[in-house]
C-alpha cells in the first residue's frame, strides 16, 4: 500500500513559479513508476509528467521545456518544478503512482488507468 500527500500549490500570477511536493510511504514506493496529472474544471483529468526509478522522465507536450519532474528516493519524495506558469495551468494536481514495474509503460504513461495509487491533490491558481 502506497499513501500520498501532495503540497506546494497555491495562487501565482502568469509567468511565475511553483514547485509541487509529493511525500509517499509504502516501502515499494521508491521502485515504481511515479506521475503528475492535473484536472481543470470541466475537464478531464490529464497526465503532466511521469519518472521511472532510473529517473527516465515522460513530458505533456504542453508542459515540456517549463516543467521539470524529480524524484528524492531517501525521502520518499516527488517533486514538480513548474515555471512560466499560464493561466491555462490552472488546475488541481494530483501525485499518482503505479503499482507494478519499475519503468512507466512507454505509450500510456500519461492515463489515468496506469495508476493505483493517488494522492488527493493541490490546487493552483495562475492568474493573468
Known amino acids: 500500500q502506497v499513501q500520498l500527500v501532495e503540497s506546494g500549490g497555491g495562487s501565482v500570477q502568469s509567468g511565475g513559479s511553483l514547485r509541487l511536493s509529493c511525500a509517499a510511504s509504502g516501502s515499494t514506493y521508491s521502485s515504481k513508476c511515479m506521475g503528475w496529472f492535473r484536472q481543470a474544471p470541466g475537464k478531464e483529468r490529464e497526465g503532466v509528467a511521469a519518472i521511472d526509478r532510473y529517473g527516465n522522465t515522460n513530458y505533456a507536450g504542453s508542459v515540456k521545456d517549463r516543467f521539470t519532474i524529480s524524484q528524492d528516493s531517501a525521502k520518499n519524495k516527488l517533486y514538480l518544478q513548474m515555471n512560466s506558469l499560464k493561466p491555462e495551468t490552472t488546475a488541481m494536481y494530483y501525485c499518482?503512482?503505479?503499482?507494478?514495474?519499475?519503468?512507466?509503460?512507454?505509450?500510456?504513461?500519461?492515463?489515468?488507468?496506469?495508476?493505483?495509487?493517488w494522492g488527493q491533490g493541490t490546487q493552483v491558481t495562475v492568474s493573468s
Open positions: 499518482a503512482a503505479r503499482s507494478v514495474g519499475s519503468l512507466c509503460p512507454r505509450l500510456s504513461w500519461d492515463k489515468e488507468y496506469e495508476y493505483t495509487y
